[in-house]
Nanobody, 125 residues
Framework: QVQMIESGGGVVQAGGSLRLSCVAS????????MGWFRQAPGKEREFVAA????????HYADSVKGRFAISRDNAKNSVYLQMNSLKPEDTAVYYC??????????????????WGQGTQVTVSS
């Protein structure tokens, strides 16, 4: 089992910034994918950004490219999501996730196998 703990959500005005953190513990893998999805009320959970052991932190949803930056600290089994120029439509519960990933094509729509409890991000207009 892999346990995920997120932190860093909150309320911010449009145009502001927030930084989310996530740490994985337990039976982690050397070949992995780790990152963030989000879920707004009444909507499905959607991909935001991810890091993989093969491609690094290069996977982003089009809606956040240029505004969000994901990074990782392998020694701490952690990923971070720096969110800048936030918009009201970024309001959602943000979930950190983790899964085994052997390489090859990386599907950003495939859900993670392990999830954190979620952290609320609210952007006011």
């Amino acid at each position: 089992q892999v346990q995920m703990i997120e932190s860093g959500g909150g309320v911010v005005q449009a145009g502001g910034s927030l930084r989310l953190s996530c740490v994985a513990s337990g039976r982690t893998f050397s070949t992995y994918a780790m990152g963030w999805f989000r879920q707004a009320p009444g909507k499905e959970r959607e991909f935001v950004a991810a890091c993989t052991w093969v491609y690094g932190c290069t996977h982003y949803a089009d809606s956040v490219k240029g505004r969000f930056a994901i990074s990782r600290d392998n020694a701490k089994n952690s990923v971070y999501l720096q969110m800048n120029s936030l918009k009201p439509e970024d309001t959602a519960v943000y979930y950190c996730g983790y899964r085994y990933y052997s390489g090859g094509y990386y599907s950003t729509t495939r859900k993670f196998d392990y999830w954190g409890q979620g952290t609320q991000v609210t952007v006011s207009s």
